[in-house]
């Protein structure tokens, strides 16, 4: 009923990622094997930590829900894109639409407030190496975990509850191959002005707040490691936080890159491209990253491996 007294239309079409035909099977085939890579990826991970006492740390606590958000992620956009490069018409309900754009506004901010608590935590331990378990104590680490995903759950009820508010005419095909904000208020035959002004303030106040706790948190750990011997303390500030920074640069990277103001059709298109990375390849590649190059994930998965065999 609501979706009939808001709007006239009651399904959108989805343009996808490419409108050209002879690419739709290829690109079938490359996202469905990214999506099988991911699920295991992220579920082995959460798997290994949940079943190794020597990873029950801060570090792994804060990974292991990285790791939960990158695979509930996952299944939000990509199932659907796969049936769109296979169907004749890739067509979304408005029901779908919405739930769609909640659940990737709640993942999205989440995993910026994790990535931020996981900052904080590299600096406890580089900088406050003989405090790091009274600091970073189950409660707060429960604390900063419960925080990032209200503050991600508020977030996403905004901009949704928002959303329905505005009314859709005639126009339905949505530029992108999800539904994203900007591309559906592109469709609105209502004032948006409510809309953008939270979207500002919403992103705004995630990207300030983030990337402000995130380059302070490092600020630290440099200045630390400048005052340690340079092989033991680049050696450590590395193995410690080199994860999380190629994690943190390919996840805001591609992020700020996909919402830069696009003023032409090939400014979408790229748009489109670069969402592909923080939606879809980051979570991907976050546990290729924290495990192929980290020791205790490593044994970890050879103690796991011994007790199957045995």
Not at 26 to 50: D, H
Not at 148 to 175: E, P, Q, W
Request: net charge positive; charged share 10%; aromatic share 14%.
């Amino acid at each position: 009923m609501a979706v009939e007294k808001n709007s006239s239309v009651v399904e959108f079409l989805l343009v996808g990622l490419s409108e050209q035909p002879e690419l739709q099977l290829p690109l079938f085939f490359l996202f469905l094997v990214n999506y099988v890579v991911t699920v295991l990826g992220n579920l082995s991970l959460v798997t290994l930590i949940c079943l190794n006492l020597h990873l029950h740390t801060p570090m792994y606590f804060f990974l292991c829900n990285l790791s939960i958000i990158d695979f509930c992620y996952s299944f939000v956009f990509t199932p659907k894109m796969l049936m769109g490069f296979i169907s004749e018409s890739n067509i979304i309900s408005f029901p779908e639409c919405m739930a769609q754009l909640f659940f990737f506004c709640f993942f999205v901010n989440s995993e910026c407030y994790v990535l931020t608590a996981m900052a904080y935590d590299r600096y406890v331990a580089i900088c406050k190496p003989l405090k790091y378990t009274i600091v970073m104590s189950p409660k707060v680490c429960f604390l900063l975990m419960s925080g990032s995903y209200l503050m991600g759950f508020s977030g996403a009820m905004v901009h949704t509850g928002l959303m329905l508010r505005l009314t859709f005419c005639d126009s339905k095909t949505i530029n992108h191959y999800m539904c994203d904000i900007f591309p559906l208020l592109q469709l609105s035959c209502s004032s948006t002005y409510a809309n953008e002004l939270a979207s500002s303030v919403i992103v705004g106040t995630v990207i300030i707040a983030s990337s402000l706790i995130i380059l302070v948190s490092y600020a630290f750990i440099l200045f630390n490691v400048i005052h340690m011997s340079p092989a033991k303390g680049w050696s450590k500030a590395i193995r410690t936080c080199g994860s999380h920074i190629i994690t943190v640069g390919l996840f805001y990277g591609s992020g700020l890159l996909a919402y830069v103001k696009p003023s032409s059709a090939e400014s979408f298109s790229q748009g489109r491209i670069f969402s592909v990375f923080y939606t879809i390849v980051v979570p991907m590649l976050n546990p290729l990253i924290y495990s192929l190059r980290n020791k205790d994930v490593k044994l970890a998965l050879k103690k796991t491996l011994k007790r199957i065999t045995n």
